[in-house]
Nanobody
Framework: QVQLVESGGGLVHPGGALRLSCVGSGTIFSIYTMGWYRQAPGKQRELVVEQTSGGVTNYAESVKGRFTISRDNSKNTVYLQMNSLKPEDTAIYYC?????????????WGQGTQVTVSS
C-alpha cells in the first residue's frame, strides 16, 4: 500500500519559516515527480512546487524565492522549506507523487498538513 505522510505544519507569524516533510512508503519514490499543493478555505487546490525525478523544478510565481523543495530519495522523503511566510500562504498543504508508465498514471496524495500564518 502506497502512503504519503506529511508533517511540520503549524502556526507561524508573518515573516516566519516552516519546513514541511513528506515521507513515502510502499513504492520507489525516486522515479516519481514529487510535489506540494495547497488549498486555502473556499479556494481550489493549487500547485506550490513540483520536482521531477531528474530534478527539474517548477515553482508557483507566488512562492518563488521564498519556498524551496528538496528530496532525499534514500529516505523516500521530500521537504518544503518555507521562508518569509505571508498570511496568504495559509492553507492545507498536500504532498503529491506522480509517475507515468505508458498509459498508466500512478498518482498519490498525502492527508495534508495545516499551515497558518497569522499575527
Amino acid at each position: 500500500q502506497v502512503q504519503l505522510v506529511e508533517s511540520g505544519g503549524g502556526l507561524v507569524h508573518p515573516g516566519g519559516a516552516l519546513r514541511l516533510s513528506c515521507v513515502g512508503s510502499g513504492t520507489i519514490f525516486s522515479i516519481y515527480t514529487m510535489g506540494w499543493y495547497r488549498q486555502a478555505p473556499g479556494k481550489q487546490r493549487e500547485l506550490v512546487v513540483e520536482q521531477t525525478s531528474g530534478g527539474v523544478t517548477n515553482y508557483a510565481e507566488s512562492v518563488k524565492g521564498r519556498f524551496t523543495i528538496s528530496r532525499d530519495n534514500s529516505k523516500n522523503t521530500v521537504y518544503l522549506q518555507m521562508n518569509s511566510l505571508k498570511p496568504e500562504d495559509t492553507a492545507i498543504y498536500y504532498c503529491n507523487a506522480v509517475h507515468r508508465n505508458g498509459p498508466t498514471v500512478y498518482n498519490y496524495w498525502g492527508q495534508g498538513t495545516q499551515v497558518t500564518v497569522s499575527s
